[in-house]
């Protein structure tokens, strides 16, 4: 059966000069489209038709007319050259960075600013690029890197993550908004200071989150304790539904807080005006060393690159990368 089987594959050029036979319905036509002489197609389809133990075409007066076998052939071979051409279509746009699939995460400032525009941008290139996006902190997107499940991250280093795996660009750091409902008792105020807001209550990220810890340091360098009024959820969502109906603040990340109280999305929120800046450490852009990038990825990222108008922290080869990447491993605490 195995031999039957072997004897019986077909190769590509076969496949078109029968599909050429069928569309033109004269020997001599089909051969000039695939390149071939007559006596070459014409010898091409004896092959054929001896290997497949049937008759393909009857030689009619108005031309080569396909048997019952074979239309039963030709309809076969036209999927497979069909999937042929996607197939090298497919491996053309990955090749250009137009096709495949890519994932990547970020925290959520950058998501929010960056990425999503990155991603706009891609997907007006190349629309069957398969993205997948994850906002998560940093510790998971890590976590996801290191296991190879993401293809690059933005992201803060963390102390149990040794740099040294990394590739690295640095980015921005992230401004932190106070947030809250538009109709707060302090929402029409010119200036809001920390003693203002120390009593008020709270929602906000479990301690350790970067955006909270940024904002109790904040506290703490006028010479305030941290509020005590706290509900603590690591959820968006959640933290949005409890400010819409209490007078609580919330620190979120500049950038999502801009895209809620503006339109379209313009949700009833409001950021109170701040006496000083309060800022989250910066982040990075985090690929593996050891797992080069898809030509997607690369295509993404350059994206990225341009948005955030970063320059690499490390060069090529050199003392000058050495020393940048060995000042990056002792400042890992970054969250």
């Given at each position: 059966?195995?031999?039957?089987?072997?004897?019986?594959?077909?190769?590509?050029?076969?496949?078109?000069?029968?599909?050429?036979?069928?569309?033109?319905?004269?020997?001599?036509?089909?051969?000039?489209?695939?390149?071939?002489?007559?006596?070459?197609?014409?010898?091409?389809?004896?092959?054929?038709?001896?290997?497949?133990?049937?008759?393909?075409?009857?030689?009619?007066?108005?031309?080569?007319?396909?048997?019952?076998?074979?239309?039963?052939?030709?309809?076969?071979?036209?999927?497979?050259?069909?999937?042929?051409?996607?197939?090298?279509?497919e491996?053309?746009?990955?090749?250009?960075?137009?096709?495949?699939?890519?994932?990547?995460?970020?925290?959520?400032?950058?998501?929010?600013?960056?990425?999503?525009?990155?991603?706009?941008q891609?997907?007006?290139?190349?629309?069957?690029?398969?993205?997948?996006?994850?906002?998560?902190?940093?510790?998971?997107?890590?976590?996801?890197?290191?296991?190879?499940?993401?293809?690059?991250?933005?992201?803060?280093?963390?102390?149990?993550?040794?740099?040294?795996?990394f590739?690295?660009?640095?980015?921005?750091d992230?401004?932190?908004?106070f947030?809250?409902?538009?109709?707060?008792?302090?929402?029409?105020?010119?200036?809001?200071?920390?003693?203002?807001?120390?009593?008020?209550?709270?929602?906000?990220?479990?301690?350790?989150?970067?955006?909270?810890?940024?904002a109790?340091?904040?506290?703490?360098?006028?010479?305030?304790?941290?509020?005590?009024?706290?509900?603590?959820?690591?959820?968006?969502?959640?933290?949005?539904?409890?400010?819409?109906?209490?007078?609580?603040?919330?620190?979120?990340?500049?950038?999502?807080?801009?895209?809620?109280?503006?339109?379209?999305?313009?949700?009833?929120?409001?950021?109170?005006?701040?006496?000083?800046?309060?800022?989250?450490?910066?982040?990075?852009?985090?690929?593996?060393?050891?797992?080069?990038?898809?030509?997607?990825?690369?295509?993404?990222?350059?994206?990225l690159?341009?948005?955030?108008?970063?320059?690499?922290?490390?060069?090529?080869?050199?003392?000058?990368g050495?020393?940048?990447?060995?000042?990056?491993?002792?400042?890992?605490?970054?969250?």
């Open positions: 059966m195995q031999n039957l089987t072997a004897r019986m594959l077909l190769k590509p050029a076969q496949l078109r000069l029968l599909n050429e036979i069928a569309e033109y319905g004269q020997l001599q036509l089909a051969a000039a489209a695939v390149g071939m002489t007559q006596p070459a197609a014409s010898r091409m389809l004896a092959e054929t038709e001896r290997q497949l133990g049937a008759t393909l075409f009857l030689r009619q007066p108005r031309g080569m007319e396909p048997t019952e076998a074979g239309h039963a052939v030709l309809r076969r071979a036209r999927a497979i050259l069909r999937e042929m051409t996607s197939m090298t279509t491996l053309a746009h990955m090749r250009e960075g137009l096709g495949g699939a890519v994932r990547v995460g970020a925290v959520t400032g950058p998501a929010v600013r960056y990425l999503v525009t990155a991603v706009r891609i997907k007006e290139e190349a629309r069957s690029a398969d993205i997948t996006l994850d906002v998560l902190p940093s510790r998971d997107l890590l976590t996801h890197l290191l296991a190879g499940e993401m293809d690059f991250v933005l992201a803060r280093i963390l102390p149990e993550f040794d740099s040294r795996d590739s690295i660009l640095p980015m921005r992230e401004k932190v908004a947030l809250a409902r538009a109709s707060h008792p302090l929402a029409r105020a010119s200036v809001v200071t920390l003693t203002e807001v120390q009593g008020q209550e709270w929602i906000m990220q479990q301690r350790g989150a970067p955006i909270r810890e940024a109790m340091a904040a506290f703490a360098a006028v010479g305030l304790s941290e509020p005590t009024n706290i509900v603590q959820s690591p959820s968006t969502l959640l933290t949005l539904a409890y400010l819409s109906q209490t007078d609580a603040i919330a620190p979120l990340s500049d950038e999502v807080a801009e895209l809620l109280i503006r339109p379209p999305v313009g949700a009833g929120f409001v950021v109170l005006p701040m006496a000083q800046d309060i800022r989250v450490s910066r982040y990075y852009m985090l690929a593996l060393k050891r797992r080069p990038l898809s030509p997607l990825a690369q295509a993404l990222r350059e994206k690159v341009t948005l955030i108008g970063a320059e690499p922290l490390e060069h090529s080869g050199g003392a000058a050495q020393s940048q990447s060995g000042r990056l491993t002792g400042a890992s605490k970054l969250r």
